[in-house]
Nanobody
Framework: QVRLMESGGDSVQAGGSLRLSCTTS?????VGWFRQAPGKEREAVAS???????AYTTSLKDRVTISQDTTRTTVYLQMNNLQSEDTALYYC???????????????WGQGTQVTVSS
């Protein structure tokens, strides 16, 4: 069992930035960030694998950056120019094959809330 803990969620004004952190209890093949807004399906934001290969959802790739520390147990999501549509619960997730789709995820964190006001 891998435990994931997110932090860094906050309430910000439109145009602001946030950095989310995800700490994992063990190294996994990949870690991804997902988000879910009220009434909407959970969607992928970004992922990073053991080799450092990153993947971004096309609509967000110009505003987000995913990275990991040298121990590969903490993954960061830098989000810039936040807009009201970015308001959601952001989840950290880990998997053994890919972290770009919800159905491939083995472990989920509890989520951290990001609220953007205009």
């Amino acid at each position: 069992q891998v435990r994931l803990m997110e932090s860094g969620g906050d309430s910000v004004q439109a145009g602001g930035s946030l950095r989310l952190s995800c700490t994992t209890s063990a190294k996994t093949y990949c870690v991804g960030w997902f988000r879910q807004a009220p009434g909407k399906e959970r969607e992928a934001v970004a992922s990073i694998n053991i080799s450092g290969t990153v993947a971004y959802t096309t609509s967000l790739k110009d505003r987000v950056t995913i990275s990991q520390d040298t121990t590969r147990t903490t993954v960061y999501l830098q989000m810039n120019n936040l807009q009201s549509e970015d308001t959601a619960l952001y989840y950290c997730a880990a998997g053994g094959r890919t972290c770009t789709r919800t159905r491939d995820i083995d472990y989920w964190g509890q989520g951290t809330q990001v609220t953007v006001s205009s």
